[in-house]
């Protein structure tokens, strides 16, 4: 996995924490000082942290488990859908609904329930209902595939959370906590990091600051895919064409070794005689 650098995390604005009658004392030991009244985080911790939750990432994706992303702030949820959709792993961007993790078949019914409206309508089922019918079932998908089209394919609780901002998501941190579902997280001066098993020290509010950080969350999530996809191409078994030849091979050669040794036994025999 490549190394994120000090320089990336400067350019980004990745140090700037927030202004020092705000902050939360327990996020001390990742401050480096203050300036202008603002707190600004100690970016060679962030870079240690980073590469921490990097390693975790990639062997949660090579394992072929899934990391759920929670991002519903207006600056982090555009960049989170277009960095992770990609990746294939599911992400709340919306409002998170309560009882995600806690209550997760009721969400899976409401998921299930969206894919038989999809039946309905490639079945054909949709048009011969009435139009009252028509447009309730319509509003009905819309508001389904807002709140839950992104986790359509999350078949079972996630192996992480990885989150922006703990304050804004404090539902989804408890949630997990309950459930014990490791937490990796963008942790501003602002937030209490006690909850958190994977601390980024980061600024969770800047546009280029969440577009870096999760850019590097997804790479890593990609690597860790490719790499589970060598692993499983070096398992794959012989084909069967190829099997059959093989044992063509190995039959032919054996036969060969039998009559070498019929001619010498006869050999041997003859020059006995």
């Not at 996995?1 to 924490?17: I, N, P, R, W, Y």
């Not at 819309?142 to 804004?168: W, Y």
């Not at 060969?256 to 040794?261: F, G, I």
């Amino acid at each position: 996995m490549s190394k994120t650098t000090f320089q990336e995390l400067l350019d980004a604005g990745v140090h700037f924490g927030h202004m020092k009658r705000k902050w939360n004392p327990k996020m001390a030991p990742y401050i480096f000082m203050e300036k202008n009244g603002i707190h600004i985080i100690d970016l060679h911790k962030t870079v240690v942290k980073i590469d921490e939750a990097a390693k975790v990432l990639f062997s949660i994706a090579r394992s072929g488990r899934k990391v759920l992303f929670v991002a519903t702030k207006k600056q982090a949820k555009d960049i989170v859908a277009e960095k992770v959709q990609p990746t294939g792993m599911p992400y709340v961007t919306e409002r998170w609904p309560g009882g995600m993790l806690t209550n997760f078949p009721t969400i899976r019914k409401a998921v299930k329930k969206m894919m038989s409206i999809d039946r309905m309508l490639s079945d054909g089922t949709f048009e011969t209902l009435s139009k009252r019918e028509k447009l309730q079932i319509s509003r009905q998908r819309a508001k389904l595939e807002k709140n839950l089209g992104s986790i359509s394919e999350m078949s079972r609780l996630p192996a992480a959370l990885f989150i922006v901002d703990i304050q804004k998501e404090s539902n989804a941190v408890k949630e997990a906590k309950r459930l014990n579902i490791p937490i990796i997280a963008m942790v501003d001066t602002c937030c209490d990091p006690t909850d958190v098993d994977f601390v980024i020290p980061s600024n969770d509010d800047a546009a280029k600051s969440i577009e870096l950080i999760v850019g590097i969350a997804c790479d890593a999530i990609r690597e860790g895919y490719e790499e589970r996809k060598l692993e499983k191409d070096k398992d794959t078994p012989v084909s069967s064409g190829e099997s059959e030849k093989t044992h063509t091979k190995m039959r032919s050669r054996k036969n060969k070794s039998k009559n070498n040794s019929n001619n010498n036994n006869s050999e041997n025999s003859k020059s006995e005689k």
